[in-house]
C-alpha cells in the first residue's frame, strides 16, 4: 500500500512541499543566489518593499487588473451563460466551441496574437478604426503608459471569458425548467428570472469560481505581461509576480524577490477568504 | 363569438431581443475567431505583403514560412522536445497518481487526513511561485554532482522538466482521480476478490477501465498544461534545448525587431495546430471533465 502512495508523496514533497517552504525561508535572507554569502536578515527584505517605488507600483497594478478583470470577466461571462442556456440559440454548441478556443491557446500564442491585434502601424485594431475613420482612437496600445495596463487586462478576458462562460452553462443547465416556467407563467421578465431564480441558485458555483479567479488571475497576468509587455514600458504594466522573477533572476536579489512571492501569496489568500466570507449565502436547493 | 381579451405577449420585444442576443454573440465569436484565422492567413504571407493593409489576403499558398519556421528557426527540434516532455509527464503523472489516488479512495490507514490536507493545500500553490526555488534546487544537485556529470544533469534536462511537470500536477490529478475512483461502488470489488482476483489485479483490471473518463479528463488537463507552459520551460531549460512555446517567445523577439513576421507566423501556427486538433476531438469530453470537476483556469 505505502509502495503505491510513495512515489507520488516523494515527487510531491521534493517539488512542491520543500520548494513553498523554501520561498518563506529564503525570504528572511539577503542572498544573491550563487554565492554561498546568505545573510539572514529578519524581516527587513518585507520592511524595505514598502519604499520600493517599483513594488508599491507593480501592486497596484495588479490590483487594478483584479477588479477590472474579475468584474468584465465574471459579468459577461454569466450574462453569455444566462443567454445561451435560456434562449437556446440555434448554433449555441458552435458558439461554445468558438468561445472556449482561447483558454487552450498558449499564453505565448495569446501575446503574439494580441502584439498583431495592437501593432501600431499594421495592426487589427488601429487599421480597423482607420476603416470606420475613428483615427483618433488609433493607439500604441502597448507603449502607452496609461493604456498599456488595459491592452494586457483585454488579453486576459479575451483568453478567460470563454472558460468562464461553459462553467456557468453547466451549472446554469441543472436548474429545472419548471421554475422559469411558473415564473413565466407569473408574468417575470427575462430580467427578473435571473436574478431571482438563476443567480441565487448558482451562487455557490459562483463563489469557487470567484475563489479561483483570483488565483488564476494573479498568474495569467503574469504569464501575460512577461510574454507581451516584459512588464513595460517602464514598469507601467509591471505585475507582482513578474517583478518577483525579474529581482529573482536579473537583480539576483533572491532573498528580496521571495518576500515579494511571500507578498503575493498572502495577498491572494486573503482576497480569496475575504471574497467567499463577503458571498456567504445560505444555500439554496431546487 | 367572445374575444378573449388576453393581455398581448412581448413578442415583439422578445424578438427585437432575441436578435441584439444573436449580434452580440456572433460580435463576440468573431472577436475570438478573426485574429486567430487571421494568423493561419498571414502565415501564408510573403514580407512585402505584411506592409500596407492587413486585411488583404495572402496572393497565394506560400509555405516557403513553413520551412524557415522549421529548419531555420529550429521549430521541428523544439517541436519534438515539446512532443517528448509532454508525453513522458503524462505517462509519469499518471504512474504516480493512479495507485495513489487509488489507495487514498479505498483504504484506511494512519495519517490518512494529513495526507489528503496537504494534497489539497497543493492545490493552491501555483507553480509560478515556487518555480525559483526548484530552478535554485536543481542548481544545487548539479553543484553536489558536479564531479559525476562535469555538464550538470538536473538542469536542462528534458526529462527532468517532465518530471517537475508530472510533480507539480500530482495535487489536481490525485484530487480528480480520488473524487471520481470514490464514485465507484465497491461491490464490483468485493465481487472480484471473492472470484480470487489479487488487489493488483483489482486495481489494473476493474478500477482503471472503469476510471477512464476520469483518466482521460486528466490527461487532456495535464496535456494543455505541459503544451503551453512556457515559464518552467523558459527557467529549467536554459540552454539550446528548448520547448515550442519558448522557441515562439525567442521567435517573436526576433522577427518583431527585424519586422519580418512570416516566419513568426508560421511558428505560431505549429505550435497552435496540435492542440485545437486535440481540443476539436475532444471539445465536449474537455468541457464536461471541467464541469464535473476540475476548476482549474
Same mark, same amino acid.
Given at each position: 500500500?505505502?509502495?503505491?502512495?510513495?512515489?507520488?508523496?516523494?515527487?510531491?514533497?521534493?517539488?512542491?512541499?520543500?520548494?513553498?517552504?523554501?520561498?518563506?525561508?529564503?525570504?528572511?535572507? /539577503?542572498?544573491?543566489?550563487?554565492?554561498?554569502?546568505?545573510?539572514?536578515?529578519?524581516?527587513?527584505?518585507? +520592511?524595505?518593499?514598502?519604499?520600493?517605488?517599483?513594488?508599491?507600483?507593480?501592486?497596484?497594478?495588479?490590483?487594478?487588473?483584479?477588479?477590472?478583470? /474579475?468584474?468584465?470577466?465574471?459579468?459577461?461571462?454569466?450574462?453569455?451563460?444566462?443567454?445561451? /442556456? +435560456?434562449?437556446?440559440? +440555434?448554433?449555441?454548441?458552435?458558439?461554445?466551441?468558438?468561445?472556449?478556443?482561447?483558454?487552450?491557446?498558449?499564453?505565448?500564442?495569446?501575446?503574439a496574437v494580441?502584439s498583431a491585434i495592437?501593432d501600431?502601424?499594421n495592426g487589427l485594431?488601429?487599421?480597423?478604426?482607420?476603416?470606420?475613420?475613428?483615427?483618433?482612437?488609433?493607439?500604441?496600445?502597448?507603449?502607452?503608459?496609461?493604456?498599456?495596463?488595459?491592452?494586457?487586462?483585454?488579453?486576459?478576458?479575451?483568453?478567460?471569458?470563454?472558460?468562464?462562460?461553459?462553467?456557468?452553462?453547466?451549472?446554469?443547465?441543472?436548474?429545472?425548467?419548471?421554475?422559469?416556467?411558473?415564473?413565466?407563467?407569473?408574468?417575470?421578465?427575462?430580467?427578473?428570472?435571473?436574478?431571482?431564480?438563476?443567480?441565487?441558485?448558482?451562487?455557490?458555483?459562483?463563489?469557487?469560481?470567484?475563489?479561483?479567479?483570483?488565483?488564476?488571475?494573479?498568474?495569467?497576468?503574469?504569464?501575460?505581461?512577461?510574454?507581451? $509587455?516584459?512588464?513595460?514600458?517602464?514598469?507601467?504594466?509591471?505585475?507582482?509576480?513578474?517583478?518577483?522573477?525579474?529581482?529573482?533572476? $536579473?537583480?539576483?536579489?533572491?532573498?528580496?524577490?521571495?518576500?515579494?512571492?511571500?507578498?503575493?501569496?498572502?495577498?491572494?489568500?486573503?482576497?480569496?477568504?475575504?471574497?467567499? +466570507?463577503? /458571498?456567504?449565502?445560505?444555500?439554496?436547493?431546487? | 363569438?367572445?374575444?378573449?381579451?388576453?393581455?398581448?405577449?412581448?413578442?415583439?420585444?422578445?424578438?427585437?431581443?432575441?436578435?441584439?442576443?444573436?449580434?452580440?454573440?456572433?460580435?463576440?465569436?468573431?472577436?475570438?475567431?478573426v485574429p486567430v484565422a487571421w494568423v493561419l492567413l498571414a502565415s501564408l504571407k510573403k514580407k512585402?505583403e505584411f506592409?500596407?493593409?492587413p486585411w488583404t489576403l495572402p496572393?497565394?499558398?506560400r509555405?516557403?514560412n513553413?520551412?524557415?519556421?522549421?529548419?531555420?528557426?529550429?521549430?521541428?527540434?523544439?517541436?519534438?522536445?515539446?512532443?517528448?516532455?509532454?508525453? #513522458?509527464?503524462?505517462?509519469?503523472?499518471?504512474?504516480?497518481?493512479?495507485?495513489?489516488?487509488?489507495?487514498?479512495?479505498?483504504?484506511?490507514?494512519?495519517?490518512?487526513?494529513?495526507?489528503?490536507?496537504?494534497?489539497?493545500?497543493? #492545490?493552491?500553490?501555483?507553480?509560478?511561485?515556487?518555480?525559483?526555488?526548484?530552478?535554485?534546487?536543481?542548481?544545487?544537485?548539479?553543484?553536489? #554532482?558536479?564531479?559525476?556529470?562535469?555538464?550538470?544533469?538536473?538542469?536542462?534536462?528534458?526529462?527532468?522538466?517532465?518530471?517537475?511537470?508530472?510533480?507539480?500536477?500530482?495535487?489536481?490529478?490525485?484530487?480528480?482521480?480520488?473524487?471520481?475512483?470514490?464514485?465507484?461502488?465497491?461491490?464490483?470489488?468485493?465481487?472480484?476478490?471473492?472470484?480470487?482476483?489479487?488487489?493488483?489485479?483489482?486495481?489494473?483490471?476493474?478500477?482503471?477501465?472503469?476510471?477512464?473518463?476520469?483518466?482521460?479528463?486528466?490527461?487532456?488537463?495535464?496535456?494543455?498544461?505541459?503544451?503551453?507552459?512556457?515559464?518552467?520551460?523558459?527557467?529549467?531549460?536554459?540552454?539550446?534545448?528548448?520547448?515550442?512555446?519558448?522557441?515562439?517567445?525567442?521567435?517573436?523577439?526576433?522577427q518583431?525587431?527585424?519586422?519580418?513576421y512570416g516566419r513568426l507566423y508560421a511558428g505560431m501556427v505549429?505550435?497552435?495546430?496540435?492542440?485545437?486538433?486535440?481540443?476539436?476531438?475532444?471539445?465536449?469530453?474537455?468541457?464536461?471533465?471541467?464541469?464535473?470537476?476540475?476548476?482549474?483556469?
Amino acid at each position: 500500500m505505502l509502495a503505491c502512495l510513495l512515489p507520488a508523496l516523494v515527487l510531491f514533497a521534493v517539488f512542491m512541499v520543500y520548494p513553498t517552504v523554501n520561498v518563506f525561508r529564503m525570504s528572511l535572507y /539577503t542572498w544573491s543566489g550563487f554565492s554561498p554569502d546568505m545573510k539572514f536578515v529578519g524581516l527587513d527584505n518585507f +520592511r524595505h518593499l514598502i519604499d520600493d517605488e517599483q513594488f508599491v507600483r507593480a501592486f497596484q497594478n495588479t490590483v487594478t487588473l483584479l477588479v477590472v478583470v /474579475t468584474a468584465v470577466t465574471m459579468g459577461m461571462g454569466l450574462f453569455l451563460a444566462a443567454i445561451m /442556456t +435560456r434562449q437556446k440559440l +440555434r448554433s449555441r454548441n458552435f458558439l461554445r466551441f468558438v468561445l472556449y478556443i482561447p483558454n487552450v491557446l498558449s499564453v505565448v500564442v495569446i501575446a503574439a496574437v494580441f502584439s498583431a491585434i495592437y501593432d501600431q502601424n499594421n495592426g487589427l485594431l488601429n487599421s480597423m478604426l482607420r476603416l470606420v475613420s475613428l483615427d483618433s482612437w488609433q493607439q500604441v496600445w502597448l507603449g502607452d503608459q496609461k493604456v498599456v495596463l488595459y491592452s494586457v487586462g483585454i488579453a486576459m478576458v479575451w483568453q478567460s471569458l470563454g472558460y468562464y462562460m461553459v462553467l456557468y452553462m453547466s451549472s446554469m443547465s441543472s436548474i429545472p425548467e419548471e421554475l422559469y416556467e411558473a415564473s413565466g407563467l407569473d408574468g417575470a421578465s427575462a430580467t427578473r428570472q435571473f436574478f431571482s431564480i438563476t443567480m441565487p441558485l448558482i451562487w455557490q458555483n459562483l463563489r469557487t469560481s470567484l475563489t479561483f479567479f483570483i488565483m488564476s488571475a494573479v498568474n495569467l497576468s503574469f504569464v501575460l505581461v512577461r510574454a507581451m $509587455t516584459g512588464g513595460g514600458p517602464d514598469s507601467s504594466s509591471e505585475v507582482l509576480l513578474s517583478y518577483m522573477y525579474k529581482q529573482a533572476y $536579473t537583480n539576483s536579489s533572491y532573498g528580496y524577490g521571495m518576500a515579494i512571492g511571500v507578498v503575493i501569496f498572502a495577498f491572494s489568500f486573503l482576497v480569496s477568504l475575504l471574497m467567499s +466570507r463577503a /458571498t456567504k449565502r445560505e444555500p439554496l436547493q431546487f | 363569438m367572445t374575444v378573449i381579451n388576453t393581455p398581448r405577449p412581448p413578442a415583439a420585444r422578445s424578438r427585437i431581443g432575441r436578435v441584439l442576443t444573436y449580434v452580440l454573440v456572433i460580435a463576440l465569436a468573431l472577436a475570438i475567431a478573426v485574429p486567430v484565422a487571421w494568423v493561419l492567413l498571414a502565415s501564408l504571407k510573403k514580407k512585402s505583403e505584411f506592409f500596407g493593409s492587413p486585411w488583404t489576403l495572402p496572393e497565394g499558398l506560400r509555405l516557403q514560412n513553413y520551412v524557415d519556421a522549421f529548419t531555420d528557426a529550429h521549430m521541428g527540434q523544439y517541436f519534438a522536445t515539446s512532443v517528448f516532455v509532454t508525453v #513522458l509527464g503524462l505517462v509519469l503523472v499518471l504512474a504516480v497518481s493512479v495507485p495513489a489516488a487509488y489507495v487514498i479512495a479505498r483504504y484506511e490507514f494512519k495519517g490518512k487526513g494529513f495526507v489528503e490536507l496537504l494534497l489539497l493545500g497543493g #492545490l493552491f500553490v501555483n507553480v509560478n511561485y515556487i518555480v525559483v526555488p526548484i530552478f535554485l534546487m536543481l542548481v544545487d544537485w548539479d553543484k553536489a #554532482l558536479v564531479d559525476v556529470f562535469p555538464g550538470g544533469f538536473f538542469l536542462d534536462n528534458p526529462s527532468v522538466l517532465s518530471l517537475v511537470y508530472a510533480a507539480t500536477s500530482i495535487p489536481f490529478t490525485i484530487y480528480l482521480l480520488t473524487a471520481y475512483f470514490r464514485s465507484i461502488p465497491v461491490a464490483y470489488e468485493e465481487a472480484a476478490s471473492i472470484d480470487g482476483a489479487s488487489r493488483f489485479r483489482i486495481m489494473t483490471r476493474i478500477m482503471l477501465p472503469m476510471a477512464r473518463p476520469a483518466i482521460t479528463t486528466v490527461i487532456l488537463f495535464n496535456f494543455l498544461a505541459y503544451w503551453n507552459d512556457f515559464i518552467i520551460s523558459l527557467t529549467l531549460l536554459p540552454g539550446e534545448g528548448k520547448t515550442v512555446q519558448v522557441g515562439l517567445l525567442n521567435l517573436f523577439t526576433a522577427q518583431k525587431a527585424a519586422a519580418d513576421y512570416g516566419r513568426l507566423y508560421a511558428g505560431m501556427v505549429i505550435v497552435i495546430v496540435p492542440v485545437l486538433i486535440v481540443y476539436a476531438f475532444i471539445q465536449k469530453r474537455l468541457i464536461e471533465g471541467m464541469a464535473s470537476g476540475g476548476v482549474k483556469g
